[in-house]
């Protein structure tokens, strides 16, 4: 199925370039390379926002732990590594 666009000038100016510089063989290869671009972000934003929704689940839930405990063994954790290769 055939898909009609307007770009606007400037993006039209930048497709033609791409194009006529000869990164892309054509327009509806351009668009279909920005179509898969933005196919990626929607798919990592998905996954951010299930992150997001299951980590305010989690501290709804009181599935937390304090921020210094946390750090504090982090620290400890990493101050130990950068001893062992002294």
């Known amino acids: 199925m055939a898909i009609s666009a307007d ?5 039209e100016d930048v ?5 006529s510089t000869g990164r892309y063989n054509s327009k509806s290869e351009v668009l279909r390379e920005g179509v ?5 972000r929607e ?8 992150a ?3 980590g305010i689940a989690d501290a709804n839930a009181g599935r937390v732990k ?10 400890a ?3 130990a590594m ?3 290769t002294k």
Not at 15 to 19: E, G, M, W
Not at 43 to 50: C, E, G, I, P
Not at 66 to 75: F, I, K, S, T, Y
């Open 52 to 54: 997001l929704t299951k």
């Open 36 to 40: 898969r671009l933005v196919e990626e």
């Open 15 to 19: 497709v033609n370039q791409l194009v």
């Open 7 to 11: 770009l606007g000038s400037r993006l």
């Open 77 to 79: 954790k990493y101050r």
């Open 43 to 50: 798919k990592r934003l998905a996954t951010l926002d299930a």
């Open 82 to 84: 950068a001893e062992k």
């Open 66 to 75: 304090p921020g210094d405990e946390v750090l504090n063994r982090l620290e």
